[in-house]
């Protein structure tokens, strides 16, 4: 799943309106519904508020939030593949 598809899904259960969750996190109806249809990403502090507002586990959105960073930066080349793997390697070395 998709964070945007989460977010919208998450809503609709609740049974919110756009202009609520607006509200809850302090920001614009219409930035919230262009989160949910992905034309716009969230920040890191508008993730957090969103998982409080909407009652989804912050890591579980977070890890979402920051997959598709990465997605976006990578999509279209042709050796991201082999890049991402290179990340991850260092990532654990890290740890």
């Known amino acids: 799943m998709i964070l945007s598809e989460l977010l919208k899904s998450k ?3 609740k049974g919110l309106l756009l202009r609520e969750v ?3 996190i302090d920001v614009d109806t219409a930035l919230i519904s262009k989160i949910e249809k992905g ?3 969230p920040t890191r502090g508008q993730v957090e508020k969103l998982a409080t507002a909407l009652s989804i586990d912050y890591e579980t959105l977070l890890k979402l939030w920051l ?3 990465v997605y976006e930066d990578v999509k279209g080349e042709e050796v991201a593949i ?3 793997k290179i990340a991850l390697k260092r990532l654990k070395t890290e740890k």
């Open 39 to 41: 034309d716009r990403k």
């Open 67 to 69: 997959s598709e960073k």
């Open 11 to 13: 809503r609709e259960t």
């Open 82 to 84: 082999d890049a991402i």
């Open 22 to 24: 607006a509200s809850l």
